[in-house]
């Protein structure tokens, strides 16, 4: 059974900076790719980074240049490095899993696929950042 575990959300003042980290057991990994998501309260599920079809990252305009993805392989863990944090980043965030490796996680223009692409889901971790 597949499995997706979140952690290392917390509260951060404006500025600062936190590490997600998402463990995946129970997929062959060479058969998904990766997205990390968030969501506001109120809000929709937002697509925060994709790997595309060569397993490289691609990030939203939001969190370009802010945020980092990396990976531990032998541990089959994906990272979510945040930096230079703002209030509007304050929501649940997520890492997904969707099936098939072909075209990645984004589409043509690089943009993360919608939520409704992804059979697996983490429960999520929150971070909330403070003015």
């Known amino acids: 059974q597949a499995q997706l575990k979140e952690a290392g959300g917390g509260s951060v003042q404006a500025g600062g900076s936190l590490r997600l980290s998402c463990t995946i057991d129970g997929l062959d990994m060479s058969q998904v790719c990766l997205a990390w998501f968030r969501q506001a309260p109120g809000k929709e599920r937002e697509g925060v980074a994709g790997q595309d079809n060569f397993n490289q990252p691609k990030y939203a305009p939001s969190v370009k240049g802010r945020f980092t993805w990396s990976r531990d392989r032998p541990r089959d863990t994906i990272y979510l490095q945040m930096n230079s944090l703002n209030p509007e980043d304050t929501g649940m965030y997520f890492c997904?899993?969707?099936?098939?490796?072909?075209?990645?996680?984004?589409?043509?223009?690089?943009?993360?696929?919608?939520?409704?692409?992804?059979?697996?889901w983490g429960q999520g971790t929150q971070v909330t950042v403070s003015s």
């Open positions: 997904a899993a969707k099936s098939g490796t072909t075209f990645g996680c984004v589409d043509r223009s690089l943009t993360v696929l919608p939520a409704s692409a992804y059979q697996y």
